[in-house]
């Protein structure tokens, strides 16, 4: 089982940007698919990004194709969520969550430790 610790949530204006960071520690964080949720009062937890353990191509929800992009370093043990030209609908509590060797990177399946989340509220 992974510790996962989220910051870098907060308050910002429309179109503006915000990079949340997620910091891994307990396992060995190469083993580790990583993802990026949401969630709202009014809605379940959604995936919004994902980057498979081995490489490759990240996938991303819909929603958030072109605007945030998804990176991880092995050797900070950290993942990061880049997101840009943010729209109040972006307005979420933000989790970040880790699943060991799964290859089902693009769902809430593939994952199986969580982080407690960060807050991100997009004025308009």
């Known amino acids: 089982q992974v510790r996962l610790r989220e910051s870098g949530g907060g308050l910002v204006q429309a179109g503006g940007s915000l990079r949340l960071s997620c910091v891994a520690s307990g396992g060995t964080f190469s083993t580790y698919s990583m993802g990026w949720f949401r969630q709202t009062p009014e809605k379940e937890r959604e995936f919004v990004a994902g980057?498979?353990?081995?490489?490759?191509?990240?996938n991303y929800a819909d929603s958030v194709k072109g605007r945030f992009t998804i990176s991880r370093d092995n050797i900070e043990n950290t993942v990061y969520l880049q997101m840009n030209s943010l729209k109040p609908e972006d307005t979420a509590v933000y989790y970040c969550?880790?699943?060991?060797?799964?290859?089902?990177?693009?769902?809430?399946?593939?994952?199986?430790?969580w982080g407690q989340g960060t807050q991100v509220t997009v004025s308009s």
């Open positions: 980057l498979k353990w081995s490489g490759g191509s990240p």
């Open positions: 969550a880790a699943g060991y060797y799964s290859s089902r990177y693009y769902s809430r399946e593939g994952f199986h430790d």
